[in-house]
Antibody, heavy 117, light 111 residues
Framework: QVQLVQSGAEVKKPGASVKISCKAS????????MYWVRQAPGQGLEWMGL????????AYAQKFQGRVTVTRDTSTRTAYMELTGLRSDDTALYYC??????????WGQGTLVTVSS | DVFMTQTPLSLSVTPGQPASISCKSS???????????LYWYLQKPGQSPQLLIY???NRFSGVPDRFSGSGSGTDFTLKISRVEAEDVGVYYC????????FGQGTRLEIK
C-alpha cells in the first residue's frame, strides 16, 4: 500500500535551518508530484510548495520563496523539504503528500518542527 | 494569488441532520483543460488530512456517499447528507489552479 514516512521531530534555534525527509513506498515515486503543507499549532493548513519528482522542477508559495527548497532523490524514493532562517512562527507540523490521482491524496504522518531559543 | 474563503468557520450538527460548507475563491478555478481544481479535505483530531472530494464533485476512494461536492467557477459547496459522529473534525477546501491555497477551515462538531 502507499506509504509516506517522514523523519522525526526537530528542535531548532532561531536562524537555523531544518531539512525534513519523506520516504515513499508502494507506488512509482518518480511518476507523481509531492506536496509540502504545514500546520502551526491550533491553526489551519498552509500550502508550501511542490516538486515534480520526475524532472525535479519545483514551485513554491510566495510566502516561502527564498527560504524553502524541495528536492528529491529518486534512488531512495525520498523527497526533502529544507526551510532556512527559522523563526518562532515556523513552529509547525510539516506534512508531505503525494498525488496519485488528482490532488494530494496520500499524506505522511507529519514532522513537528519546534523553533525555540 | 488565489484566496479561498470558507463559511461558516464552525458548525454544530445533530447526528442524522445535513451539513453544508461553502468555499469561495478569488478567481475562477476552471482551467483551460476543462478541469476545475478544487478539493475538499477532512482533518480528524490528531490525524493527517484526508481527501474527500477531488475536482469539485468526485468522491475519493472509500469516501461514503453521504459526502458530495458541487459548484463551479468561484463558488463551491461540500454537503454531508446525514452527519455521523465520525465526521467530526475540520474541513478544508484547497485550490490547485495556481500553486495552492487552503481555505481557513470549518470545524464541525456534533450536538
Amino acid at each position: 500500500q502507499v506509504q509516506l514516512v517522514q523523519s522525526g521531530a526537530e528542535v531548532k534555534k532561531p536562524g537555523a535551518s531544518v531539512k525534513i525527509s519523506c520516504k515513499a513506498s508502494g507506488y512509482t515515486f518518480s511518476s507523481y508530484y509531492m506536496y509540502w503543507v504545514r500546520q502551526a499549532p491550533g491553526q489551519g493548513l498552509e500550502w508550501m510548495g511542490l516538486i515534480n519528482t520526475s524532472g525535479g522542477s519545483t514551485a513554491y508559495a510566495q510566502k516561502f520563496q527564498g527560504r524553502v527548497t524541495v528536492t528529491r532523490d529518486t534512488s531512495t524514493r525520498t523527497a526533502y523539504m529544507e526551510l532556512t532562517g527559522l523563526r518562532s512562527d515556523d513552529t509547525a507540523l510539516y506534512y508531505c503528500a503525494t498525488e496519485l490521482n488528482s490532488g494530494p491524496d496520500h499524506w505522511g504522518q507529519g514532522t513537528l518542527v519546534t523553533v525555540s531559543s | 494569488d488565489v484566496f479561498m474563503t470558507q463559511t461558516p468557520l464552525s458548525l454544530s450538527v445533530t447526528p442524522g441532520q445535513p451539513a453544508s460548507i461553502s468555499c469561495k475563491s478569488s478567481k475562477s478555478l476552471l482551467h483551460s483543460d476543462g478541469k476545475t481544481y478544487l478539493y475538499w479535505y477532512l482533518q480528524k483530531p490528531g490525524q493527517s488530512p484526508q481527501l474527500l472530494i477531488y475536482e469539485v464533485s468526485n468522491r475519493f476512494s472509500g469516501v461514503p456517499d453521504r459526502f458530495s461536492g458541487s459548484g463551479s467557477g468561484t463558488d463551491f459547496t461540500l454537503k454531508i447528507s446525514r452527519v455521523e459522529a465520525e465526521d467530526v473534525g475540520v474541513y478544508y477546501c484547497l485550490q490547485l489552479l495556481q500553486l495552492g491555497a487552503f481555505g481557513q477551515g470549518t470545524r464541525l462538531e456534533i450536538k
